[in-house]
């Protein structure tokens, strides 16, 4: 085989369902072998980040490293925010970056592509992977990709693979999977004990989820830990949407001051908290006014657990939970809970706001017949999202980059086959909604509500006199129809659910949803976080 079928092959073997690529002179062999192989299919958008953020989302839900492949320089170095979300966020990319070959290092010219030196690409990607290579040999590339996948899956975290133009189409010998890092029972052992002991004589335990047990595919067995613990289950902001698929009763998201006050309460005041796969980020545990105390926590992430004043190292989440599984004795099943009642929502002439969306989408959601995910971008999109229904969902909630939610969107319906809602605001849709236009090419249809209230609202929230937040009112629903969707461009209640109907109706193509918001017409949640931030003002005169 050659270099390239080897490495397409391999990622296959380790769950990538696709490649996501943009092509350049210096990936163009291997883009031959993605084409002429047929071992992934290769799925192209228009940008860079676009590939980066729906090849991000893949990731996510399938729970596998996504593979992504660009050219050098001008292609890799357009895909840097992307990866630095998925390293931030813990999404497991395995990014191809073409790259000279030895010969052309050695020809005394500065090379098209090239920032500053010829390695800057490799040093720039070194700070948002957890692992990089570059094969200059062919012997050498089984061992090298195996070593990649490996770090990729172990630390579900972006790895970086510097391809040589001229290595793609070397003979080369197949690769073998490394199983998973090895690590010690009995530390392992030694801290489910401790956990337990410490859940076990707690007055008010309580079991905070974040993404890790996703990354890891763990939340069945989470969710029976926590039946087995039979202690209450909230999620933090980046873990929205976990455990959605489960029985458990799921009381909420932690948001601190900015949410429900009886679980911030809940949380804050709790003699045990269980940190499960948290990344410890402000967007997660910073809107604590009563400052979450970690000291009290117990914190398991990326393969260590920080137990108050000491930390047991190199130990896999998924061992932990099948620890303290293995000592809590079995009990009977219970019933999925009875869904949350959706709060009646009138769909008359009345303005429409950020809550009426989530309302409208909550009855969508519950006459749906087949699971639909969420993905939602950055702004109060995502504040709204958390008056949605709990469900599936990939966003950016941690390093919070915009542009994320259209391509997620296309990622989640590529790799799941099932027709996502996303969620999006004017100035978010502004960088990557054109994505829309390769839907019809791909054959995806997601319904797309755009929250158009003509203004970076979020940072007229941080700065109230701040006359750069206005953007005009670009009319998106006219462009749908010329990208080969279908738009819709509603202002009042009636009108946005007679739009989902519409939208349901409408399948094989996108469907835009210009859902027209008042300026100041904001989500529960912005509300109250923009009233903190006054009274902070205030207070500091
Ligand atoms: C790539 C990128 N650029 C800039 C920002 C800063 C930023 C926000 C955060 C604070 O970092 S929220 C926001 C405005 C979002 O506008 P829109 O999508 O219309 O949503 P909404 O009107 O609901 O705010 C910006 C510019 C960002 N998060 N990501
Ligand atoms: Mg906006």
Redesign the pocket.
């Known amino acids: 085989m050659r270099l390239g079928e080897v490495l397409l092959s391999a990622l296959k073997d380790a769950g990538a369902r696709h490649l996501y690529g943009i092509p350049g002179d210096f990936i163009l062999p291997f883009f031959e072998q993605v084409e002429q192989s047929d071992i992934l299919p290769l799925v192209t958008l228009s940008h860079e980040p676009g590939i980066g953020f729906a090849a991000d989302a893949s990731a996510r839900m399938s729970c596998k490293p996504a593979a992504v492949a660009v050219t050098y320089g001008a292609g890799a170095l357009n895909l840097v ?1 992307a990866v630095a979300g998925a390293y931030a966020e813990r999404s497991p990319l395995f990014v191809i970056a073409g790259c000279p070959s030895e010969a052309e290092r050695g020809s005394g010219f500065l090379l098209h592509h090239q920032a500053k030196t010829l390695d800057s690409q490799y040093r720039i990607f070194a700070e948002i992977t957890c692992d990089q290579a570059r094969i200059t040999r062919a012997e050498d590339a089984p061992e090298i990709i195996a070593r990649l996948i490996r770090s990729c899956e172990t630390y579900s975290q972006p790895v970086l693979l510097e391809l040589p133009r001229d290595m793609a189409t070397e003979p080369c010998e197949p690769v073998t999977l490394r199983g998973p890092v090895p690590f010690e029972a009995d530390a392992v052992n030694a801290c489910a004990e401790e956990v337990l002991q410490r859940l076990q004589s707690a007055e008010s335990p309580v079991l905070v989820v974040d993404v890790e047990i996703r990354r890891y595919s763990l939340e069945a067995e989470v969710a029976e830990l926590a039946h087995r613990l039979n202690t209450p289950v909230v999620t933090t902001l980046m873990g929205r949407g976990l455990l959605a698929e489960t029985p458990v009763p799921v009381l909420g998201t932690y948001l601190g001051e900015a949410g429900d006050p009886a679980l911030a309460q809940l949380v804050e005041e709790s003699d045990a908290p269980l940190l499960l796969g948290a990344i410890l980020s402000d967007s997660n545990f910073g809107p604590s006014g009563r400052r979450f105390d970690v000291r009290k926590a117990m914190l398991v992430s990326n393969r260590q657990v920080d137990l108050g004043y000491h930390s047991y190292h190199n130990v896999p989440i998924g061992a932990l939970v099948q620890a303290l599984l293995d000592r809590l004795p079995e009990t009977a099943a219970r019933a999925r809970p009875e869904p949350p009642e959706t709060p009646q929502w009138e769909a008359d002439d009345q303005p429409l706001t950020p809550r009426d969306i989530a309302l409208g989408i909550n009855e969508f959601l519950a006459e749906s017949r087949e699971p639909i995910p969420l993905a939602s ?5 995502l504040f709204t999202s958390l008056d949605i229904t709990h469900t599936p969902m990939v966003a950016p909630g941690y390093y ?4 994320f939610g259209v391509p997620a969107g296309i990622g989640v319906q590529l790799t799941t086959g099932q027709r996502p809602i996303i969620l999006v ?4 849709f502004q ?1 990557t909604g054109w994505e829309l236009g390769n839907c019809p090419r791909l054959g995806l249809d997601p319904i797309v509500v755009l ?1 158009n ?1 003509r ?5 007229r929230v ?1 700065q109230p006199n701040s006359r750069c937040s206005e953007l005009g009112d670009w009319h998106y629903a006219g462009l749908a129809d010329e990208l080969g969707g279908l738009g819709l461009r509603v202002a009042t209640r009636r009108d946005f659910k007679a739009a989902l109907k519409e939208a349901d109706q409408a399948r094989g193509s996108f469907v835009l949803i210009e859902a027209m918001l008042e300026p100041d017409a904001v989500s529960p949640t912005l509300r109250q976080f923009a009233d903190r931030l006054q009274a902070k003002r205030k207070a500091a005169g």
Do not use: L
């Open positions: 925010n971008d950055i702004g109060d999109c919070a980059s915009m542009g605001g004017d100035g978010a960088m929250f209230n203004r970076w609202e979020m940072i941080f």
